[in-house]
């Protein structure tokens, strides 16, 4: 990602799913980002990143290891009004 603030009224200003469970998120850098949320929402995360899609919060069978969310890397990222940094 290119440096930048990221301001979102609520709920995640990054968020690394997949498209099934053999099309996962790979090779991601999040770097020189500054997170600005809603601290009232106490769900909000600056990061987050799990096992669905965008549409569906249901756990994938990963069947294949390019279904898997590897290789991420997060540097010098602030989230300073989220109540969860990353997850």
Request: aromatic fraction near 2%; charged fraction near 10%; hydrophobic fraction near 30%.
């Amino acid at each position: 990602m290119v440096p930048t603030t990221i301001r979102m009224p609520d709920g995640m200003g990054v968020a690394i799913l997949k498209s099934s469970g053999s099309n996962g998120s790979q090779h991601i850098t999040v770097k020189n980002c500054t997170i600005i949320l809603n601290k009232v929402n106490m769900l909000s995360k600056g990061i987050y990143s799990n096992n669905h899609t965008s549409s569906n919060e249901a756990q994938l069978t990963v069947n294949a290891s390019s279904g898997t969310n590897s290789d991420l890397k997060i540097f010098e990222t602030q989230s300073p009004t989220v109540t969860q940094g990353s997850i």
